[in-house]
T-cell receptor, first 111, second 114 residues
Framework: DAKTTQPPSMDCAEGRAANLPCNHS???????VYWYRQIHSQGPQYIIH???NNETNEMASLIITEDRKSSTLILPHATLRDTAVYYC????????????FGGGTRVLVKP | KAGVTQTPRYLIKTRGQQVTLSCSPI?????VSWYQQTPGQGLQFLFE???????NKGNFPGRFSGRQFSNSRSEMNVSTLELGDSALYLC?????????????FGQGTRLTVV
C-alpha cells in the first residue's frame, strides 16, 4: 500500500471548517483513500473513503485531487468533540482488511 | 444495530501468563482483524480472519495467535506475556474485507502486564 504523509498536528476554531491534508504521491490506480479518527483511547472511528471522485457523508467531505496524489478531509463545522487524531490510509485490494496506520494528524479544536 | 464488542475492556496480567481476548463483530460481518496500539509503535496490524481462516498476518511473534468461530466471533491469545505486550488491543469487523468496504472498530481491550 502507498505511504501517506500528514502534518503531525493542527489547530482549528470551533464552528469553522477544518481542512486536513494528506499526501499519497505513490498511490496506484486501484487503491482507495480512507480516513479514520481516534478520540483519546477509544477505537478508531471510520469517517469516509473514496477512489477518485469527491465524497461526502454526514460527517465530512473528501476531496481527492485529479492526479490522486493528495487529498483533503473537510470537517465542515468543527466542534470540540472533533478533537482527535485523524488518520489518512491508502488501501489496496492486496491488503484485504489490513489497515496500515501512520502517525496521523492530531487536531485540536479550540473554542 | 450493535457495534463491535470487545471483552474484557481492561485486564491486568502477570509476566509469563497467557491471555485470551474476545471480539464479537457487527452482525453479518465475516471479517475480523486485530490490532495492537502502543505509544511507541502506534497502531499495528496483527492478523485478519475471514470465514474462520486466517487471511493475513502482521509481523508479530508466534506468541500472538487468533481464531475465528463459525458465528464470526474471534478470539486472540497471547502466551508467555511480556511487559512490552502492554497495549490497547483493538478489533475491527467488516462485511467482506474487500478494499471498498469499511471496517468498524471496537472500543478495545486495555491489557497491562506487570
Amino acid at each position: 500500500d502507498a505511504k501517506t504523509t500528514q502534518p503531525p498536528s493542527m489547530d482549528c476554531a470551533e464552528g469553522r471548517a477544518a481542512n486536513l491534508p494528506c499526501n499519497h504521491s505513490t498511490i496506484s490506480g486501484n487503491e482507495y483513500v480512507y480516513w479514520y479518527r481516534q478520540i483519546h483511547s477509544q477505537g478508531p472511528q471510520y469517517i469516509i473513503h473514496g477512489l477518485k471522485n469527491n465524497e461526502t457523508n454526514e460527517m465530512a467531505s473528501l476531496i481527492i485531487t485529479e492526479d490522486r496524489k493528495s487529498s483533503t478531509l473537510i470537517l465542515p463545522h468543527a466542534t470540540l468533540r472533533d478533537t482527535a487524531v485523524y488518520y489518512c490510509i491508502v488501501r489496496g485490494q492486496a491488503a484485504g482488511n489490513k489497515l496500515t496506520f501512520g502517525g496521523g494528524t492530531r487536531v485540536l479544536v479550540k473554542p | 444495530k450493535a457495534g463491535v464488542t470487545q471483552t474484557p475492556r481492561y485486564l491486568i496480567k502477570t509476566r509469563g501468563q497467557q491471555v485470551t481476548l474476545s471480539c464479537s463483530p457487527i452482525s453479518g460481518h465475516r471479517s475480523v482483524s486485530w490490532y495492537q496500539q502502543t505509544p511507541g509503535q502506534g497502531l499495528q496490524f496483527l492478523f485478519e480472519y475471514f470465514s474462520e481462516t486466517q487471511r493475513n498476518k502482521g509481523n508479530f511473534p508466534g506468541r500472538f495467535s487468533g481464531r475465528q468461530f463459525s458465528n464470526s466471533r474471534s478470539e486472540m491469545n497471547v502466551s508467555t506475556l511480556e511487559l512490552g505486550d502492554s497495549a490497547l488491543y483493538l478489533c475491527a469487523s467488516s462485511w467482506s474485507g474487500t478494499v471498498n468496504t469499511e471496517a468498524f472498530f471496537g472500543q478495545g481491550t486495555r491489557l497491562t502486564v506487570v
